[in-house]
């Protein structure tokens, strides 16, 4: 008796668990990529949520990179031009860092980038 009632509490958690729970790309994004794309992704990720170390501005890179970011702040959706501020990235990012960012945004939010 006592397992039947385990067994319909553990079977009714898992599934309502795995039907609720939230997928952490909730919202339409695309599957996280595989291989290589996926290091991108996260990368991409990282910069975006700013949960890594930049570099000091680069005044060299800062207009070029303030255009970029400026293009990239755009093409998100309304809530989230609210809660992030790319263009403040402007000259603290390398190249890898804002190439991984444009293939984050492109999967992410299903965008469509121009190339420039």
């Known amino acids: 008796m006592y397992k039947k009632i385990f067994l319909f509490l553990f079977l009714f958690t898992f599934v309502s668990v795995s039907l609720y729970s939230s997928g952490g790309m909730g919202g339409g994004g695309g599957p996280?990529?595989?291989?290589?794309d996926r290091e991108k992704f996260h990368l991409g990720?990282?910069?975006y949520n700013q949960e890594i170390?930049?570099?000091?501005?680069?005044?060299?890179?800062?207009?070029?990179?303030?255009?970029?970011l400026e293009y990239l702040q755009g093409a998100l959706p309304?809530?989230?031009?609210?809660?992030?501020?790319?263009?403040n990235l402007a000259g603290k990012?390398?190249?890898?860092?804002?190439?991984?960012?444009?293939?984050?945004?492109?999967?992410?939010?299903?965008?469509?980038?121009?190339k420039k």
Request: net charge neutral; hydrophobic share 40%.
């Open 32 to 36: 996280i990529p595989q291989g290589k």
């Open 45 to 47: 990720k990282a910069v």
């Open 53 to 68: 170390e930049l570099f000091p501005i680069d005044v060299s890179k800062e207009v070029a990179q303030a255009e970029k």
């Open 78 to 87: 309304n809530p989230e031009k609210r809660r992030v501020t790319l263009p």
């Open 93 to 114: 990012l390398s190249d890898l860092q804002i190439e991984a960012l444009e293939y984050f945004i492109s999967v992410r939010f299903n965008v469509k980038l121009e």
